[in-house]
């Protein structure tokens, strides 16, 4: 471990050689595509699809009572007043929530056909008026998206609220305030949803293979749906074109392609275009916020109160249901800094709009960016430094347990800002901000701090009272006859390199080389249970329970060895390549000798040591998680003619303890922060009046390419984490985090001369133009 090993999936990835899910090809294939609302909100008075029935090539076309699906219901184990649960149907029946929701399925001969048919599908609808903005749902009168919620609020906490906390407020020197918006986005991976169902007969199981982070959630919720056994149904995953969250939680047409398989006895298949993907899919991301925080005259904070409303769209997310960012941005958001006093309420507010996932990162880009722009209004009006009230207000001292009575594991928050400081001043960017000023040019620096929970195990999540808790995994290390090794994991890689780092992990601990490790994910009858990936939590939680099975194959190697010297097993030991002698003498008996013996002269071994060589692990972490940490630094030129936003350097100092593989942990930075510019200055869907998507296509959806994204400068910390096997921390989500809160503190800076301040994102062209124009003091 801690060596930047080639990356063992690309030769295969990067040569064609990949399985995709639209690579899947079975005999007496069919294709899916899917009958989509054509308005935002109203009562389905009929559907009539025997039309469509008649269009060549059609096999056939199912509604909701077709094919008689139970529906998919995420809940949470709070009151009803503080969070309802609506059912979300895999097609809907009689009424429909968001331009683009599933009403039927057509099936035919291939995708082009399936097109046609839908062309002639007769829906009727008795429209209702759509809601289709936070501040809409929330007025009084509004409609009602689901009935049984009122004030179209489907959660509503209020989870901390320090006793005294208005006196602080009333007494302290400064209090600033901060109104924030960020946009709604799309996590966009290069490869759309997809599934392929078949009935494998010999199995008497349904194959369903499908692109998704989380299988075994897929297989349960499948089950369910289908009125199946989980013995009745595999799901398998084959290589992915990225995820970012959208496809960590259950989505209904992966179910529906399934129940249409079994209907018709025949394989199905059902590609996402990208016009679906953009409109349909899971989006995320959009919140307001009202905070302000009280400061005294050093610029320490002594309290902090937050609003926070998340326009979750039209349905819970399955297993996470729609509390998950506002539960998180309430439970977080004091972030890296000691806050002593804390107040904020959360609400999940549903408008007629495609539903969100957890898109990576999960609130704590916005949450984050609200505490940085705090403390950046906070060091203007108090004449300092933003980087020192930064520095005076960081945790230091861990363990630290927060006024939100979440417990901090060791980190490096004050080292990361000194030291992301430090790089910026010694490449210069201060002095050139000085003569870019002198020359009427427009450079600003920004800065945030962050830290970044993951590793979350059963005991975080159970926090958040969800009915469907996840947080363990499981993996199984098994050794083959020749010495060589498969590894299965409960995770599933997406694009973040499992193939490489859980490889690391297990030659590492074993001693063997990488080159007969094999890592085995993404199919359900492999592995008894997995959680998946999402939440930066694969190589702190299934790199664990990787290390810990392959420990305990170590273990009955020594066994093996011992008994075949006839010592005890403590005067053995593994070392690279087998197990020797403690006192260095009688030579080294390699794996491959081992093996035959557990195998193939079993009649060998001690009675009290069964055949084979096999061993499973479970790991969970049983704290509040590990907190990853880091600090970015941006330097942005503006161009006030065209309102243009460059980005001439960007830093990153981050710590996600020990870095099983630095150049995978740097690609993860790199990508995240990719994203967390795609956020703050580019990326927004945006509905209109009613409830039309304004993003159809890559047309209307700017995406940031190469050319927008600078050069990123990491530089690693490393504290070790004490709870995990590995001492690794996540480290997927970090780059996005941090991002947006920089990007904007340095355009802030860089806006100083006109004297306003920006506090929402995307910054746009037009944003930044009439900041010149001295025509907008806030755009919140």
């Given at each position: 471990?801690?060596?930047?090993?080639?990356?063992?999936?690309?030769?295969?990835?990067?040569?064609?050689?990949?399985?995709?899910?639209d690579?899947?090809?079975?005999?007496?294939?069919?294709?899916?595509?899917?009958?989509?609302?054509?308005?935002?909100?109203?009562?389905?008075?009929?559907?009539d699809?025997?039309?469509?029935?008649?269009?060549?090539?059609?096999?056939?076309?199912?509604?909701?009572?077709?094919?008689?699906?139970?529906?998919?219901?995420?809940?949470?184990?709070?009151?009803?007043?503080?969070?309802?649960?609506?059912?979300?149907?895999?097609?809907?029946?009689?009424?429909?929530?968001?331009?683009?929701?599933?009403?039927?399925?057509?099936?035919?001969?291939?995708?082009?056909?399936?097109?046609?048919?839908?062309?002639?599908?007769?829906?009727?609808?008795?429209?209702?008026?759509?809601?289709?903005?936070?501040?809409?749902?929330?007025?009084?009168?509004a409609?009602?998206?689901?009935?049984?919620?009122?004030?179209?609020?489907?959660?509503?906490?209020?989870?901390f609220?320090?006793?005294?906390?208005?006196?602080?407020?009333?007494?302290?020197?400064?209090?600033?305030?901060v109104?924030?918006?960020?946009?709604?986005?799309?996590?966009?991976?290069?490869?759309t949803?997809?599934?392929?169902?078949?009935?494998?007969?010999?199995?008497?199981?349904?194959?369903?293979h499908?692109?998704?982070?989380?299988?075994?959630?897929?297989r349960?919720?499948?089950?369910?749906?289908?009125?199946?056994?989980?013995?009745?149904?595999?799901?398998?995953?084959?290589?992915?074109?990225?995820?970012?969250?959208?496809?960590?939680?259950?989505?209904?047409?992966?179910?529906?392609?399934?129940?249409?398989?079994?209907?018709?006895?025949?394989?199905?298949?059902?590609?996402?275009?990208?016009?679906?993907a953009?409109?349909?899919?899971?989006?995320?991301?959009?919140?307001?916020?009202?905070?302000?925080?009280?400061?005294?005259a050093?610029?320490?904070?002594?309290?902090?109160?937050?609003?926070?409303?998340?326009?979750?769209?039209?349905?819970?997310?399955?297993?996470?249901?729609?509390?998950?960012?506002?539960?998180?941005a309430?439970?977080?958001?004091?972030?890296?800094?000691?806050?002593?006093?804390?107040r904020v309420?959360?609400?999940?507010?549903?408008?007629?709009?495609?539903?969100?996932?957890?898109?990576?990162?999960?609130?704590?880009?916005?949450?984050?960016?609200?505490?940085?722009?705090?403390?950046?209004?906070?060091?203007?009006?108090?004449?300092?430094?933003?980087?020192?009230?930064?520095?005076?207000?960081?945790?230091?001292?861990?363990?630290?347990?927060?006024?939100?009575?979440?417990?901090?594991?060791?980190?490096?928050?004050?080292?990361?800002?000194?030291?992301?400081?430090?790089?910026?001043?010694?490449?210069?960017?201060?002095?050139?901000?000085?003569?870019?000023?002198?020359?009427?040019?427009?450079?600003?620096?920004?800065?945030a701090?962050?830290?970044?929970?993951?590793?979350?195990?059963?005991?975080?999540?159970?926090?958040?009272?969800?009915?469907?808790?996840?947080?363990?995994?499981?993996?199984?290390?098994?050794?083959?006859t020749?010495g060589?090794v498969?590894?299965?994991?409960?995770?599933?890689?997406?694009?973040q390199?499992?193939?490489?780092?859980?490889?690391?992990?297990?030659?590492d601990?074993?001693?063997?080389?990488?080159?007969?490790?094999?890592?085995?994910?993404?199919?359900?009858?492999?592995?008894?249970?997995?959680?998946?990936?999402?939440?930066?939590?694969?190589?702190?939680?299934?790199g664990?329970?990787?290390?810990?099975?392959?420990?305990?194959?170590?273990?009955?190697?020594?066994?093996?060895?011992?008994?075949?010297?006839?010592?005890?097993?403590?005067a053995?030991?593994?070392?690279?390549?087998?197990i020797?002698?403690?006192?260095?003498?009688g030579?080294?008996?390699?794996?491959?000798?081992?093996?035959?013996?557990?195998?193939l002269?079993?009649?060998?071994?001690?009675?009290?040591?069964?055949?084979?060589?096999?061993?499973?692990?479970?790991f969970?972490?049983?704290?509040?998680?590990?907190f990853?940490?880091?600090?970015?630094?941006?330097?942005?030129?503006?161009?006030?003619?065209?309102?243009?936003?460059?980005?001439?350097?960007?830093?990153?100092?981050e710590?996600?303890?020990?870095a099983?593989?630095?150049?995978?942990?740097?690609?993860?930075?790199?990508?995240?922060?990719?994203?967390?510019i795609?956020?703050a200055l580019?990326?927004?869907?945006?509905?209109?009046?009613?409830?039309?998507?304004?993003?159809?296509?890559?047309?209307?959806y700017?995406?940031?390419?190469?050319?927008?994204?600078?050069?990123?400068?990491?530089?690693?910390?490393?504290?070790?984490?004490?709870?995990?096997?590995?001492?690794?921390?996540?480290?997927?989500?970090?780059?996005?985090?941090?991002?947006?809160?920089?990007?904007?503190?340095?355009?802030?800076?860089?806006?100083?001369?006109t004297?306003?301040?920006?506090?929402?994102?995307?910054?746009?062209?037009?944003?930044?133009q009439?900041?010149?124009?001295?025509?907008?003091?806030?755009?919140?």
């Amino acid at each position: 471990m801690g060596a930047s090993v080639a990356r063992r999936e690309d030769p295969r990835l990067l040569t064609g050689r990949g399985r995709f899910i639209d690579d899947i090809q079975l005999p007496r294939m069919l294709h899916a595509q899917f009958v989509r609302a054509t308005v935002a909100h109203a009562t389905v008075t009929g559907i009539d699809l025997s039309a469509v029935r008649e269009v060549p090539g059609v096999a056939a076309a199912f509604t909701a009572e077709d094919l008689e699906l139970g529906d998919i219901t995420a809940r949470l184990g709070r009151p009803a007043s503080e969070f309802v649960a609506t059912a979300m149907p895999v097609l809907a029946r009689d009424r429909v929530r968001f331009v683009g929701e599933p009403l039927a399925v057509v099936v035919a001969r291939d995708a082009y056909a399936a097109e046609d048919g839908l062309e002639a599908a007769k829906v009727r609808y008795e429209v209702r008026p759509p809601v289709v903005s936070a501040e809409r749902a929330l007025a009084p009168g509004a409609p009602l998206v689901h009935d049984e919620a009122p004030r179209n609020t489907l959660l509503n906490v209020s989870m901390f609220a320090t006793e005294g906390i208005d006196a602080v407020f009333d007494s302290a020197p400064h209090v600033v305030r901060v109104r924030a918006r960020t946009g709604r986005q799309n996590a966009l991976p290069l490869e759309t949803r997809g599934a392929v169902a078949s009935w494998d007969a010999r199995e008497d199981q349904l194959l369903l293979h499908t692109c998704t982070q989380v299988p075994h959630q897929v297989r349960t919720v499948a089950a369910r749906c289908l009125r199946l056994d989980e013995r009745a149904v595999r799901v398998v995953v084959p290589d992915m074109g990225g995820g970012f969250g959208l496809k960590c939680v259950v989505g209904r047409e992966e179910i529906a392609v399934a129940a249409a398989a079994l209907r018709l006895g025949r394989p199905v298949k059902w590609i996402e275009d990208r016009k679906d993907a953009l409109t349909a899919s899971f989006l995320a991301r959009e919140q307001q916020y009202d905070a302000r925080a009280a400061f005294d005259a050093d610029g320490r904070i002594l309290a902090l109160e937050a609003d926070i409303v998340c326009d979750m769209g039209a349905y819970s997310c399955y297993p996470f249901t729609a509390g998950i960012e506002p539960l998180m941005a309430s439970a977080e958001m004091p972030g890296v800094y000691e806050v002593p006093a804390y107040r904020v309420r959360g609400r999940a507010v549903t408008t007629n709009k495609a539903p969100t996932a957890p898109y990576r990162g999960v609130s704590r880009p916005q949450y984050v960016m609200v505490m940085e722009r705090l403390f950046e209004r906070a060091a203007r009006e108090l004449g300092m430094d933003p980087v020192e009230i930064r520095r005076r207000n960081v945790i230091t001292d861990f363990p630290y347990t927060g006024v939100n009575r979440i417990t901090y594991d060791p980190g490096s928050y004050r080292e990361s800002l000194d030291l992301c400081e430090r790089v910026v001043k010694e490449e210069g960017w201060y002095t050139a901000r000085e003569e870019a000023a002198a020359e009427g040019r427009h450079l600003g620096i920004g800065y945030a701090c962050f830290s970044e929970r993951t590793g979350y195990g059963s005991a975080a999540f159970a926090q958040r009272k969800m009915e469907v808790v996840p947080g363990f995994d499981i993996s199984e290390v098994r050794m083959d006859t020749s010495g060589a090794v498969v590894v299965t994991t409960g995770t599933m890689s997406h694009g973040q390199s499992h193939e490489t780092t859980m490889a690391q992990i297990v030659a590492d601990e074993l001693g063997l080389d990488i080159a007969k490790v094999r890592i085995h994910q993404g199919d359900t009858d492999r592995i008894t249970y997995g959680w998946g990936t999402f939440a930066s939590r694969s190589i702190a939680v299934g790199g664990s329970a990787v290390r810990l099975a392959a420990a305990k194959l170590g273990e009955k190697l020594c066994r093996i060895a011992a008994a075949r010297w006839d010592l005890s097993p403590e005067a053995v030991e593994l070392v690279s390549g087998g197990i020797r002698r403690r006192d260095g003498s009688g030579g080294l008996l390699g794996f491959e000798e081992l093996a035959d013996l557990a195998y193939l002269r079993a009649h060998l071994l001690p009675k009290d040591l069964e055949p084979g060589l096999s061993a499973t692990a479970t790991f969970d972490v049983f704290n509040d998680g590990t907190f990853s940490n880091a600090t970015h630094g941006v330097v942005v030129e503006l161009h006030p003619g065209t309102g243009q936003v460059e980005i001439l350097a960007y830093v990153c100092v981050e710590d996600c303890g020990v870095a099983i593989n630095p150049q995978v942990v740097e690609g993860q930075c790199r990508g995240g922060i990719a994203q967390g510019i795609a956020g703050a200055l580019y990326e927004q869907v945006t509905y209109d009046e009613q409830g039309e998507p304004s993003a159809t296509s890559f047309m209307d959806y700017k995406v940031p390419t190469a050319r927008e994204i600078p050069d990123v400068l990491i530089r690693h910390l490393e504290t070790p984490c004490a709870f995990t096997e590995t001492g690794a921390k996540g480290a997927g989500e970090g780059g996005t985090i941090g991002a947006p809160a920089a990007v904007l503190n340095a355009v802030n800076d860089a806006l100083r001369p006109t004297g306003t301040e920006l506090d929402t994102t995307p910054i746009t062209p037009e944003t930044v133009q009439r900041a010149f124009g001295r025509t907008v003091e806030h755009t919140s």
